[in-house]
T-cell receptor, first 112, second 116 residues
Framework: GENVEQHPSTLSVQEGDSAVIKCTYS??????FPWYKQELGKGPQLIID?????GEKKDQRIAVTLNKTAKHFSLHITETQPEDSAVYFC???????????FGAGTQVVVTP | SAVISQKPSRDICQRGTSLTIQCQVD?????MFWYRQQPGQSLTLIAT?????????ESGFVIDKFPISRPNLTFSTLTVSNMSPEDSSIYLC?????????????FGPGTRLLVL
């Protein structure tokens, strides 16, 4: 089955700097890659996603890039703010029913 | 996106008892899923809740331990049976608005369970 690895496990950045989280996947048939943000005490919130026919997608300060050949995708957060502090999860899906395989998560801490 | 609610939001239970968690969506959805998130860990899919048929369980999860109901297109329940401290986790439901293809999943707020 699909295996998703996520790095780093923790990331500390100064407010205003950029943060990058990387994920690799094992199944070349994976075709959908969402990113979730989970704040303490809350459920995961979808923040951006990308499909295999697209190499990059942006939404304001957030961007995701996908390299199908290397089987990895990354989340980029620019101009980080304290409210960006949370755990971020990447995921991959090969299943037509949308079953997601999640990475281990990255704890992002933005310090003022 | 769909608005998803879960009840209870948290509970403390004694070992050997069972707890039923409810998931309600504000619109009809085809796919509903149940996940477990152990403390400090990632999300693991327990099962897919199918409307009108039995749930589809992932490896390591069985119906006797985690019975699931899906009576209609907006509601599902997950029961954690004969609980032990190892069942202490966050239980999350998620939904996909449409069936087939590459689907977006939206998560509920979760149910935080502590088993003593």
């Amino acid at each position: 089955g699909e295996n998703v690895e996520q790095h780093p496990s923790t990331l500390s950045v100064q407010e205003g700097d950029s943060a990058v989280i990387k994920c690799t996947y094992s199944d070349s048939a994976s075709n959908y890659f969402p990113w979730y943000k989970q704040e303490l005490g809350k459920g995961p919130q979808l923040i951006i996603d990308i499909r295999s026919n697209v190499g990059e997608k942006k939404d304001q300060r957030i961007a995701v890039t996908l390299n199908k050949t290397a089987k990895h995708f990354s989340l980029h957060i620019t101009e980080t703010q304290p409210e960006d502090s949370a755990v971020y999860f990447c995921a991959a899906s090969t299943d037509s029913w949308g079953k997601l395989q999640f990475g281990a998560g990255t704890q992002v801490v933005v310090t003022p | 996106s769909a608005v998803i609610s879960q009840k209870p939001s948290r509970d403390i239970c004694q070992r050997g008892t069972s707890l039923t968690i409810q998931c309600q969506v504000d619109s009809q959805v085809t796919m509903m899923f149940w996940y477990r998130q152990q403390p400090g860990q990632s999300l693991t899919l327990i099962a897919t809740a199918n409307q009108g048929s039995e749930a589809t369980y992932e490896s390591g999860f069985v119906i006797d331990k985690f019975p699931i109901s899906r009576p209609n297109l907006t509601f599902s329940t997950l029961t954690v049976s004969n609980m032990s401290p190892e069942d202490s986790s966050i239980y999350l439901c998620s939904v996909s608005p449409t069936s087939g293809g590459q689907e977006t999943q939206y998560f509920g707020p979760g149910t935080r369970l502590l088993v003593l």
